[in-house]
């Protein structure tokens, strides 16, 4: 089965300074999609970015980027030069592509941005 | 030009009642599902649907029914509401085969007093 595991519950960082948020998977499946989304106090899920099990090199998207390990089944998030908006619950996600693409979540991490 | 759309947006009740929550998606995805957002943030899946068709549905109280009228729309429906149905219940759409990122609504904070 299925499993996302994120053990920060909560992280600090200064404004302008990077961050990354940890995320471990846990599949049988070689085949599968690793997803980033972000949830403002305002509530509406923002996707981030994504990497496929097969993708080569990490993926980025902006100031944002995921460092993937596929031996150590790690995905984290890294956030370059952070902003006061970056403050927000920051949730990990899985998809394994032999299903129907059923998206399993991690716990979240809360991250704030102090100036 | 709203991606998923979902109303109410707020729902408060009471207990017993039966309430229901609509989605609609204008992306032309094949897919929808609702998931649950308990208060301690969690986030999990409760039902898909491909082309109006049931392709997931997990381990959920008899009382919530999902419809899908077409394509277009997914909505939840909650008989017999109870104080731990309060949670936000968003909306997601995607494109079965083709597409990796499923498109969120902006959720439903559903509070049952």
């Known amino acids: 089965a299925q499993k996302i595991t994120q053990t920060q519950p909560g992280m600090f960082v200064q404004e302008k300074e990077a961050v990354t948020l940890d995320c471990t998977y846990d599949?049988?499946?070689?085949?599968?999609?690793l997803f980033w989304y972000k949830q403002p106090s305002s509530g509406e899920m923002i996707f981030l970015i994504y990497?496929?099990?097969?993708?080569?090199q990490n993926a980025t998207e902006g100031r944002y980027s995921l460092n993937f390990q596929k031996a150590r089944k790690s995905a984290n998030l890294v956030i370059s030069a952070s902003q006061l908006g970056d403050s927000a619950m920051y949730f990990c996600?899985?998809?394994?592509?032999?299903?129907?693409?059923?998206?399993?979540f991690g716990t979240g991490t809360r991250l704030l941005v102090s100036p | 030009d709203t991606a998923v759309s979902q109303t109410p947006k707020y729902l408060v009740t009471q207990m017993g009642n039966d309430k229901s929550i609509k989605c609609e998606q204008n992306?032309?995805?094949?897919?929808m599902y609702w998931y649950k957002q308990d208060s301690k943030k969690f986030l999990k899946i409760m039902f898909s649907?491909?082309?109006?068709?049931?392709?997931i549905n997990e381990t959920v109280p008899n009382r919530f029914s999902p419809k899908s009228p077409d394509k277009a729309h997914l909505n939840l429906h909650i008989n017999s509401l109870e104080l731990g149905d309060s949670a936000v219940y968003f909306c997601?759409?995607?494109?079965?085969?083709?597409?990796?990122?499923?498109?969120f609504g902006p959720g439903t904070r559903l509070t049952v007093t």
């Open positions: 997601a759409s995607s494109h079965l085969r083709t597409s990796y990122e499923q498109y």
């Open positions: 599949t049988s499946d070689q085949s599968y999609g």
């Open positions: 990497q496929g099990s097969y993708d080569e």
């Open positions: 996600a899985m998809r394994e592509y032999t299903g129907f693409q059923k998206l399993v």
């Open positions: 992306l032309g995805h094949d897919t």
């Open positions: 649907y491909n082309n109006k068709e049931l392709i």
